[in-house]
C-alpha cells in the first residue's frame, strides 16, 4: 500500500504543480480565446440578427416592388383603354365627318344634276313641242291639200264638158 500512497502523493504533486504554475499559464490564452470565441458568438448573433432584419426588409422590399408593378401594370392597362377609347372616338368622329362631308357632296351634286336635269327636259320639251307643232301644222298642211285636191277632182268631175258622168 505504500506504493499507493506514494503514487497518490505524485499525482497530488502533480496536480499541485500544474495548478499552481501551468494552469495560470494556459487559463490566459484560454480566457483570452473564451472571450474571442464569446465575441465571435456575440457577432455570428449579431450578424444573424442583421440578416434576418435584412431579410424582412428583402421581402419587403420584394413585396413593395410586386405591388409597384401591378400598380403600374394595371395604370398601364387603363393608360391602354383609355388610348383605345380615345381612338375609338376620334375614328367615330372621323366617320362622322367623311359621311357628312360626303352626303353634303351628294346632295351638291344632286342639286346640279336636277338642275341640269331641269334645263335640257325644258330643252327637250320645247324642241318636242316646236316638232308637234311643226307635224301638226305639216298634217294640216297635207290634210288641207288632199281635201283640196279631192275637191278639185270633185268639181273637175262635175264640170260639162268633162267625161265623166254624173
Known amino acids: ?71 403600374i401594370r394595371e395604370s398601364a392597362r387603363a393608360e391602354a383603354q383609355r388610348t383605345v377609347e380615345d381612338q375609338k372616338a376620334a375614328a367615330e368622329e372621323e366617320y362622322q365627318r367623311i359621311v357628312a362631308r ?21 330643252t327637250l320639251a320645247v324642241e318636242l313641242s316646236e316638232r308637234i307643232v311643226e307635224q301638226r301644222l305639216a298634217e294640216r298642211e297635207q290634210l288641207s291639200a288632199t281635201v283640196d285636191s279631192f275637191l278639185d277632182d270633185i268639181e273637175a268631175a262635175r264640170r260639162p264638158g268633162s267625161g265623166a258622168s254624173t
Not at 26 to 47: M, N, S
Not at 49 to 65: F, K, S
Not at 102 to 121: K, P, T, Y
Request: charged share 30%.
Open 102 to 122: 360626303g352626303d353634303e357632296q351628294l346632295n351638291s351634286q344632286r342639286s346640279a344634276l336636277v338642275r341640269d336635269l331641269r334645263a335640257e327636259i325644258g
Open 1 to 71: 500500500m505504500s506504493v499507493y500512497i506514494s503514487e497518490f502523493v505524485a499525482f497530488i504533486l502533480i496536480i499541485f504543480i500544474i495548478a499552481r504554475y501551468i494552469w495560470p499559464r494556459i487559463r490566459g490564452p484560454l480566457a483570452k480565446r473564451q472571450v474571442e470565441v464569446g465575441k465571435q458568438v456575440d457577432e455570428a448573433e449579431e450578424a444573424r440578427r442583421r440578416l434576418g432584419e435584412a431579410e424582412r426588409a428583402y421581402q419587403n422590399a420584394v413585396t413593395e416592388a410586386r405591388t409597384e408593378a401591378a400598380q
